[in-house]
């Protein structure tokens, strides 16, 4: 059974509108618990993401995977940038994203291929909020290191690292920032600053 931290009752995203549970539920905690991924759902986790939406169904979503204790882990921890490198080193597993930038079918680029990618992300998270697990989502990762210690593909971009767990006490965390952090409400902006009805700026027509 998961052990419920109460930094996770804080997280829970206080919505306007009702969304879905697991949407309220996810959140990226730097805090993880010292123990492993059961296999079956680190897989359901990647099995998520093959099942995501994409343009044409090309599916340029491409995924290394460390788990702890691992060679590639290691190697993996040592391509995050200093900040990340305390609370990151700690999660079950490690995953770099990477997007492949050509059309499979006609060799010309492929210009949403970061979308899709982050829509399959986007999938992975939600799959593993349903399995009590969390992932948390960096961009401080040095691409040109992970590019030569993984051999990524000259027509292939490394966009994120993501540390994925099960959420652990925020007292473990070395940095008195990200304590504070893993206990704060979350925020979002009122959609009214990001939705329009029209020209850029014009408030959106949606009544209640």
């Known amino acids: 059974m998961t052990t419920q931290h109460a930094s996770e009752q804080i997280k829970l995203a206080q919505s306007d509108y009702p969304i879905h549970e697991l949407i309220q539920r996810r959140w990226s905690p730097r805090a993880f618990a010292a123990r492993a991924i059961e296999s079956a759902k680190l897989l359901s986790v990647l099995e998520a993401a093959r099942w995501s939406a994409s ?68 999938n992975m998270a939600v799959q593993a909020t349903a399995l009590g697990l969390h992932i948390h989502q960096m961009g401080g990762i040095h691409v040109d290191k992970i590019n030569a210690e993984f051999q990524i593909p000259p027509d292939h971009t490394v966009v994120t690292a993501i540390a994925i767990g099960y959420v652990g006490d925020p007292e473990s965390l070395e940095n008195e920032r990200h304590r504070e952090g893993e206990l704060a409400a979350r925020t979002r902006k009122p959609l009214r600053e990001f939705v329009f009805g029209g020209n850029w700026g014009e408030e959106m027509g949606i009544r209640e």
């Open 55 to 122: 343009s044409s169904n090309q599916q340029p979503w491409f995924f290394i995977v460390g788990q702890r204790g691992s060679h590639t882990f290691e190697r993996m921890v040592d391509c995050l940038m200093e900040g990340n490198v305390s609370w990151a080193s700690k999660a079950s597993a490690l995953i770099f994203t990477v997007a492949g930038l050509k059309s499979a079918r006609n060799d010309r680029p492929n210009r949403v291929a970061l979308y899709d990618l982050g829509q399959a992300v986007q």
